[in-house]
């Protein structure tokens, strides 16, 4: 929902030369870009803005602007105004295939960027209410200053629990009191809640395969064995987990929409797994990390919603339905464990902000949240949907495409090196992820692209380019 600004950088027209003075407005603009001094997705004054301050005719701007255009400098976004081109890469004096920061180079590019083309895991740019947001950000924000001086909550706003649970029991079939919820710093805050408080030192953890690299990362740092146990179309193969680990003390599993390739669990699956956990006396971390969000037909009910014995941890998030900059998570636990995961809460990961969790409150207790994502369901349907059919005509039905979750797997050949093909395309402008680092072990080649962000009108030739660097042409 940030638009990073425009740095201030000089246009120096020289009114006596030969050269038009539109050719010097386009030169100047096209060298900052070409140096970094305006990065990728900087939103660029508008025509009479420009020519203002230059002292220049519209018209002047208008042919710069259009020869930028032309040149894949910059994109003319109609309402969103005129941006620099995302398909530019780094200046050369960086790294092209390095991020800045110390982070996973295959999941984190630079920071505080709007979205690149197929980047994955974050929602639309384009299409979220912001007039509606900020007024609710505001309001609460003024509340929030004007509020007595003391310590909130550490499990989280209770008017945002309070609306957790009126969503869940509509959205997700969850049935819960705002005692057993607990807000949190993101998935990864609700994560790293749920390792600490249960107990589960140098346990074993069931990890899906594939699956999401930073929860494999979060249970090595806090001390478990993966154990990775294969997906199919029925989800997580609970059979093959009782086979290599049936003393496991966790499963961690995306039920919902498995990550990344997208299939639901079926409901013999879900009735086995909560079977092992009576039988192993074991735990489940349920990352329902698109909630409501199916794309396809009508959403299955959480697994949380099925459980009789109090084994399963229900992990949400709104990084995906509304903004990963809120960095707003949280966690449902059974009423079993409500003492148990507050005391956590309070002495190590206490709530983030009251204001912006009261804003998120109103936007959910307004209604705003859910015909938000009806909203959204259509759009990303359609997208998904023209992505796909943009890949493989693009390929010319040389690659396995297959639609899931938000985004679409392009399944590479087994000698094929994603992570390089990755790379490639970052320079170019593009944020596919490797599909093979969500593997523990046994890597599958693929480009996982994301669908929430396109530009529609030239989707086709995006692809055509995207799929050119795969090919090596």
């Known amino acids: 929902m940030y638009h990073r600004p425009m740095r201030p950088f000089p246009i120096t027209l020289d009114r006596k030369a030969k050269t038009p003075l539109s050719t010097q407005i386009y030169a100047a603009i096209r060298d900052a870009v070409r140096d970094g001094q305006l990065a990728s997705g900087v939103r660029l004054p508008s025509w009479s803005d420009l020519a203002a301050l230059l002292g220049v005719a519209r018209g002047t701007v208008r042919v710069a602007y259009e020869r930028l255009s032309d040149e894949q400098f910059t994109e003319a976004l109609g309402p969103g105004g005129t941006r620099v081109a995302q398909r530019i890469g780094p200046p050369a004096t960086q790294t092209q295939n390095t991020p800045r920061h110390g982070l996973r180079p295959d999941l984190f590019r630079d920071f505080d960027r709007p979205p690149l083309l197929f980047q994955m895991g974050v929602p639309a740019q384009d299409a979220f209410p912001f007039s509606q947001w900020s007024r609710l950000m505001a309001r609460h924000a003024r509340a929030a200053a004007a509020a007595p001086v003391c310590y909130p909550d550490p499990r989280g706003e209770a008017a945002l629990r309070e609306a957790i649970c009126a969503y869940l029991a509509i959205a997700r079939g969850v049935s819960c009191k705002p005692e057993q919820v607990l807000v949190t710093a993101g998935f990864t805050g609700a994560l790293g809640l749920a390792l600490r408080a249960l107990p589960l030192r140098n346990a074993v953890a069931w990890a899906e395969e594939p699956g999401f690299p930073l929860t494999r990362d979060a249970l090595t740092i806090a001390g478990l064995a993966i154990n990775p146990i294969r997906v199919d179309c029925e989800g997580l193969d609970v059979c093959e987990g009782v086979r290599q680990a049936p003393d496991a003390a966790l499963a961690i599993v995306t039920p919902g929409q498995q990550a990344p390739l997208g299939m639901t669990m079926s409901l013999a699956r879900r009735a086995a797994l909560l079977q092992w956990t009576r ?51 949280f966690l449902v636990v059974p009423p079993p464990l409500a003492a148990r995961f507050a005391e956590a809460t309070a002495t190590l990961t206490p709530a983030p902000a009251p204001a912006t969790q009261r804003a998120v409150a109103a936007f959910i207790a307004e209604g705003h949240f859910l015909r938000h994502l009806r909203r959204m369901k259509r759009l990303y349907r359609a997208r998904r949907n023209a992505l796909a059919n943009c890949l493989r005509a693009a390929s010319g039905g040389a690659f396995d495409v297959a639609a899931g979750g938000l985004g679409v797997c392009l399944t590479l050949p087994p000698d094929a090196d994603d992570r390089e093909i990755a790379a490639r395309a970052i320079a170019a402008g593009f944020a596919p992820t490797p599909l093979s680092s969500w593997y523990h072990t046994v890597e599958r080649q693929g480009l996982l692209l994301g669908a929430t962000n396109l530009f529609e009108p030239r989707l086709a030739e995006d692809c055509a380019r995207f799929m050119k660097i795969v090919t090596g042409q």
Not at 299 to 321: E, H
């Open 279 to 329: 039988d192993a006396d074991a735990w489940i971390i349920e990352d329902d990390y698109l909630g409501e969000l199916q794309l396809d037909g009508r959403a299955a009910p959480a697994l949380a919603s099925l459980d009789r014995d109090a084994r399963v941890i229900y992990a949400g998030t709104f990084s995906k339905t509304i903004s990963p900059s809120l960095r707003l998570g």
